[in-house]
């Protein structure tokens, strides 16, 4: 079965500075792979996925992705964080055999200081 | 409505309680999938439903879990005879595509808010 590990729980960056959030992840065939952030009290919001294609995937709020094969990580990055990136960020991969089950990382919270 | 809903927000039954959750999905998604986040934790898959059939339900922890989507729209979580380890938050998503062809997982899924569930 396919899993995820966030090799970080926490994430601490100051304003401006770039940012990375890992992920590796593990399943038989090909994966399809997803970044989805969490605000206190609201639900899991899409922020990008890679599908096929270009390894580098942009997504919203001016965050992107890199997928690497040979590493089987999808890191998060963002050039120039903001204070209101604070959140909890769930890397998320399915396998394209088994489309019901997406597993998720544990979560990487994050931080952005001032 | 523009998003998926659930209801209640908060839930809290005593040990041994029958609960029943419910969700709203985006009007029009084929797809609709429960999860349950404990504390900490990222979510686990539970359920998946496309249109009225449950086609996927090995996530689900127990048979004093059930899920139903009998119309093919809003969907219902029911737990039997709560366990205090059955406390969490529950998550219901939806997503514009369904199957079971490869193509459909491309499709991201949409969350609701969640319900917190809190069994004493």
């Known amino acids: 079965a396919q899993s995820v590990a966030q090799p970080e729980d926490q994430v601490n960056v100051a304003e401006g500075n770039p940012l990375t959030v890992k992920c590796t992840y593990s399943?038989?065939?090909?994966?399809?792979l997803f970044w989805y952030v969490q605000y206190p009290n609201r639900g899991l919001q899409f922020l990008l996925k890679y599908i096929t294609g270009d390894n580098l995937v942009k997504g919203s709020y001016g965050f992107e992705a890199e997928f690497n094969k040979s590493q089987t990580s999808f890191h998060l990055k963002k050039p120039s964080a903001l204070v209101s990136d604070s959140a909890l960020y769930f890397c998320?991969?399915?396998?394209?055999?088994?489309?019901?089950?997406?597993?998720f990382g544990a979560g990487t919270r994050l931080t952005v200081k001032p | 409505g523009a998003g998926v809903s659930q209801s209640p927000r908060y839930k809290v039954a005593k040990r041994g309680q029958d609960v029943a959750l419910r969700c709203d999905p985006i009007?029009?998604?084929?797809?609709l999938f429960w999860y349950q986040q404990a504390l900490g934790q990222g979510p686990e898959f539970l359920t998946y439903?496309?249109?009225?059939?449950?086609?996927?339900k090995s996530g689900l922890p127990s048979d004093r879990f059930f899920a139903e989507r009998p119309e093919g729209s809003v969907s219902t979580l029911k737990i039997q005879r709560t366990q205090q380890e059955d406390s969490a938050v529950y998550l219901c998503?939806?997503?514009?595509?369904?199957?079971?062809?490869?193509?459909?997982?491309?499709?991201?899924?949409?969350f609701g808010p969640g319900t917190r569930l809190t069994v004493t």
């Open positions: 009007s029009g998604h084929v797809s």
């Open positions: 439903f496309q249109n009225e059939a449950q086609l996927d």
């Open positions: 998503a939806s997503s514009l595509v369904g199957g079971q062809g490869t193509t459909s997982g491309r499709y991201e899924q949409y």
């Open positions: 998320a991969v399915r396998d394209m055999r088994n489309n019901n089950d997406m597993r």
């Open positions: 399943v038989s065939g090909n994966p399809y």
